[in-house]
């Protein structure tokens, strides 16, 4: 075992035994649909100067999401309900008391100058200018609320809001003595009022109570400090910038920060209710899942195995350990898991096969190559040659999900961390644990002896079809375009047709609560609604006896059956609400989730132009929108319905068709290269052959888990996996016969040019 080996076997299992540390110690986090948690129903009231009406409910709401995020709250759930009521459901809350009074407080932050103290002392108001050129203005409209210390201090109108902020942090100043502290930031008038306020201040005397700076939140004098000595008279403060000192600890200082970023809420939040829910998704519909999985997990590694044989094995080998390093992860960062995402964390284990299936296809070039093979020497070459395509598609993904989880929230940033999690730990899985298992089995000489054993020893039975028959798919690409045209007007008259049937989540819907003598199994009520009609009807425990089922819009008669159906299971249940509800998913979150899209599909844009050329970045992304229209059109034509569980398959399919993308124009690139002044076409068509094999190898991989969750993970997972079986064949095909044919296209309309390394 040489040097490098052996570096990357300290390193495989020192990761390893962390990973294993964490998933043992610390326990990962589950999402409503899993676990439960709490709900708190809070109630909007109007204020002296807002009604609370369904705007004003909407506007508190947006600002409750951004509190919660702030909390470290992950997939929580929040609905407008009737018109000035908002449910609020927190998946494993350790506090709820404490979730309800930051949520619910309203504040408002205002900055005050300091008149002076009801004790006597005040601030002595002469006609000196000082440093001034004018004099003192005159006293504003005041107040009186107590400092800190209790004294009563005497406040001016307040002369900043909260508006004026731009940003606040917690931070912690050791050397300078502070300690935890709350930095607050100005943005436009806020800075020029920041130092007129603080200018007029320092124009009093040190130790003047008319030199301290009030910061009021909720009625509350939080902080007064004195202007420093240094700041001179009219001048104050110019950068727009403070800092609220205290006896703070870290919790109160980030609560602090987190309610000064948050804004202040639209109108006072009164929290009217507060009981613990059960999961939104039943014991059978998770464990059949878990059964979907193992099965689905079983498959591809059988598939892989027999594909591969020993270097299957090890490929199966490092999958497990891809697992354990992606759960680890996950818990690691408190990231919550709900069952779209443990679907997600396990179809990526038969995605992650795909770095796997790169290095042992260019193994088998590399062995079929040489004159005088050696399988040590060709997995070398495989792992070498398959770098590029493996990073170049790996950063394009990470790219996507840095920008999901910066731009965006909800279930969306969710989704970026996930999937981040995911490219890395398979990165891991593929070059440092598989490669070091996989060097040290072809070191050994029993396996020298017999090379066919390590399943790279040959060309494979796809390759060598490809070769006899030699295929000529780009001699005329307009063709495939107008396949690809074909299947965009198919797909596009569904949606124009038919709509696009969304989820409860974009529409909202109505919520019905009861109040039965006994409890009533969740499940029971699920089956017997969807036997009944309403197969999406979300199901919930409330409380110790109370059932809640949540719906698209009903009319009377569909309300008279859904709660005949309940009454049916439960004896007694008496209805004590009958609601509307608005989305979970709102319009902020909607806007900010296609604005993070956007952005990354222009990032990635960017990076595949830099490392290729730009007909290829177009023809990757030309490539990436056909395959969302096809996708949402075929649901559109089935009356599936789009939601939340299909917007994250569909954020699937995007880095599939992406990565797909990238593995074929790498390779064009590279024959570019060994080729110089070969036309494009013919380049394209030998890289389409040399990547087939990769391509439908890491494709049956992904289908036997896809197949396995559409048959057996119930009603919750059909459509999930419906969505992303659509997507792994159209982002198969559309890669080769939509991506290459528009690059084809894009590169005989720019000026002649002959390949090169550039390419």
Known sequence: ???????????????????????????????????????????????????????????????????????????????????????????????????????????QLTFHPVLGTTDGTTDRTTDRTDEASRPLPKRPREHVLPDESGTPLRLGSAALTGEDVKEAAARFDQQGGAGWHVTVGFEGDGRAGWARLTGEAACHPAGDPARRVAIVLDDKVISSPQVDPSVACRTGIRDGATQITGSFGPGEARELSLLVNGGALPVPVETVEQRTVGPTLGAQAITASAWAAAIGTALTSLFIIGVYRLMGVLAAVGLVCYGLVSYAALAALGATLTLPGLVGFVLAIGMAVDANVLVFERAREEYGARSRPSTRSALSAGFRNAFSAIADSSITTLIAAAL???????????????????????????????????????????????????????????RDRLARRNPRLMRRPHRWLAVSVTALVLAGSGIAVRGIDLGVEFTGGRLIEYATTSPVDPDRVRTALADAGFPRAVVQSSGETGLTVRTGPLTNAEETQVTGTVRDLAGRADKVRDELVGPSLGEELRRGALIALAVALGAQFVYLAARFRWVFGTAAVVALAHDVVILVGVFAWLGRPVDGVFLAALLTVIGYSVNDSVVLFDRVRELARRTPGAPLPDLTDRAIVQTLPRTVNTGMGAAFILTALAVLGGSSLTDFALALLIGLVVGTYSSVLTAAPVAIRLHHHTPPRQPSGRT
């Open 404 to 462: 999901l989880f910066f731009l965006a929230s909800g279930p969306v940033r969710g989704f970026g961390v996930t999937l981040g999690i995911g490219v890395l730990a398979s990165m891991i899985s593929a070059l440092v644990i598989t490669r070091v298992l996989a060097e040290i089995a072809v070191s050994r000489p029993r396996v020298r002896r017999r090379p066919r054993l390590t399943g790279i020893a040959t060309t494979g039975a796809v």
């Open 1 to 107: 075992m040489n040097r490098s080996v052996r570096v990357r076997a300290l390193l495989a299992l020192a990761v390893i035994a962390l990973s294993l540390y964490i998933a043992v110690t610390v326990p990962v986090r589950l999402g409503l649909d899993l676990r439960g948690g709490t709900q708190l129903v809070l109630e909007t009231r109007s204020s002296p100067t807002t009604d609370a009406g369904p705007e004003a409910t909407d506007r508190t709401l947006e600002v409750l999401r951004g509190r919660i995020d702030g909390l470290g709250v992950a997939e929580p759930n929040l609905v407008r309900s009737g018109e000035n009521r908002i449910i609020v459901e927190l998946p494993g809350v350790q506090d709820p008391k404490r979730a309800a009074d930051v949520l619910g407080r309203t504040a």
